[in-house]
C-alpha cells in the first residue's frame, strides 16, 4: 500500500505562488507516476498535473504555462510549483499515483489508484 502526504497549501492572493509537495511512502515500488488533481466547492475532481519517473509531464490547458510538476525520485517526492495563482485555482489540491507502462495517462480520476487527502489553496485578496 502506498501513503501520499500533500503539504505547502495555503492562503495567497491573486498573482502569487505556492509550492505543494507530496511525498510517497509504503510500497513505492508499486507506482511510477505520480500527480496532483484539484476538487473546488462544488465541482467535480479535476486533473492538474502528472510526472512520469522517467520524466515524461502532462497538464491541464488551464494551468499550462502556470504550474510546473517536479519530482525527486530519491526522495519520493513531487512537486507542484503554482504561480500566477487566480482566485480559480481555489480548491483542495490532492496528489495522486499509479503504477502504469509508459507516459502519464490522461488526468481522470480513474487512471489513478492511490491518494493522499488533500491540501487547501485558496487565492483571495
Known amino acids: 500500500q502506498v501513503q501520499l502526504v500533500e503539504s505547502g497549501g495555503g492562503l495567497v492572493r491573486p498573482g502569487g505562488s505556492l509550492r505543494l509537495s507530496c511525498a510517497a511512502s509504503?510500497?513505492?515500488?508499486?507506482?511510477?507516476?505520480m500527480g496532483w488533481f484539484r476538487q473546488a466547492p462544488g465541482k467535480e475532481r479535476e486533473g492538474v498535473s502528472c510526472s512520469s519517473s522517467g520524466g515524461s509531464t502532462r497538464y491541464a490547458d488551464s494551468v499550462k504555462g502556470r504550474f510546473t510538476i517536479s519530482r525527486d525520485n530519491a526522495k519520493n517526492t513531487v512537486y507542484l510549483q503554482m504561480n500566477s495563482l487566480k482566485p480559480e485555482d481555489t480548491a483542495v489540491y490532492y496528489c495522486a499515483a499509479v503504477r502504469i507502462v509508459g507516459l502519464c495517462p490522461r488526468l481522470v480520476m480513474r487512471n489513478f489508484g492511490s491518494w493522499g487527502q488533500g491540501t487547501q489553496v485558496t487565492v483571495s485578496s
Open positions: 509504503g510500497s513505492i515500488s508499486n507506482i511510477n507516476i
